[in-house]
């Protein structure tokens, strides 16, 4: 048996997932009535969405539409950075939506101190865009999973690697 165990936390978005739910969210907005004769885009850009319309108020029912399908095909929309609402070409308005992918160094340097705070046997380290936990008992790193899932974070975490 291993004398130590790990896992890795990361944090990361299925851009396939994204890509079908911006499509599913298309349909959606040229079938309803309420939407028929606007302006009304979603567009994948790189790691960013790019979400417009005629309106403030269309502009708000798009992004819940379009959270609506993120939800059901399992994107954590905890991952989405909304930029502010701004006038575009034509009367139209538009927002920008940044996919936020794997842990930023300031959220794991939060999440280190938790797990040193914690007192739980087992050392975390930064590798880039992730955090490494190793430990010589699978009930500690169990713990730290529960930890930091309680934790209240702006982003959603996975966890992986586990051995």
Not at 97 to 122: C, H, T, Y
Not at 136 to 156: F, H, N, R, W, Y
Request: no cysteine.
């Amino acid at each position: 048996m291993a004398s130590e165990y790990s896992f890795d936390v990361v944090s990361k978005v299925d851009m396939q997932e994204v890509n079908n739910a911006v499509q599913q969210a298309m349909k959606e907005i040229e079938t309803r009535f309420d939407f028929k004769g606007s302006k009304s885009n979603i567009s994948l850009e790189g790691e960013q969405l790019v979400v417009a319309s005629d309106s403030d108020f269309k502009l708000k029912s798009v992004v819940d539409i379009l959270q609506s399908k993120l939800i059901k095909r399992g994107v954590p929309i905890l991952n989405l950075d909304y930029g502010k609402i701004e006038p575009a070409s034509g009367g139209t308005v538009r927002q920008e939506i940044k996919l936020k992918q794997g842990v930023d160094q300031e959220q794991a340097k939060k999440m280190n101190i938790l797990i040193r705070d914690s007192k739980l046997k087992v050392k975390s380290q930064i590798q880039g865009d992730q955090l490494r936990i190793t430990g010589k008992s699978k009930d500690d790193l169990q713990a730290v999973m529960t930890l930091l899932k309680g934790a209240g974070l702006p982003l959603e975490l996975q966890f992986i690697n586990y051995r």
